[in-house]
């Protein structure tokens, strides 16, 4: 299975469904990912991720 991008949060996932948001509208149409370890940091404060993982930089 190919990963897909959730088009609300931009989490990055392998299942039908985003495990944050709980959002079923998800597409295989994304560019980059940016991985956050620590919401606490510069680019997770940024980007305003609150919870660990991978989220893709642009979703089509």
Known sequence: MSERACKIC??????KECEVCKNKDLTRNWKGVLTVYDPESVMGKKGEYTIPGRYALQVF
Do not use: G, K, L
Request: aromatic share 0%; proline share 0%; hydrophobic share 15%.
């Open 10 to 15: 931009h989490r990055v996932t392998e299942e």
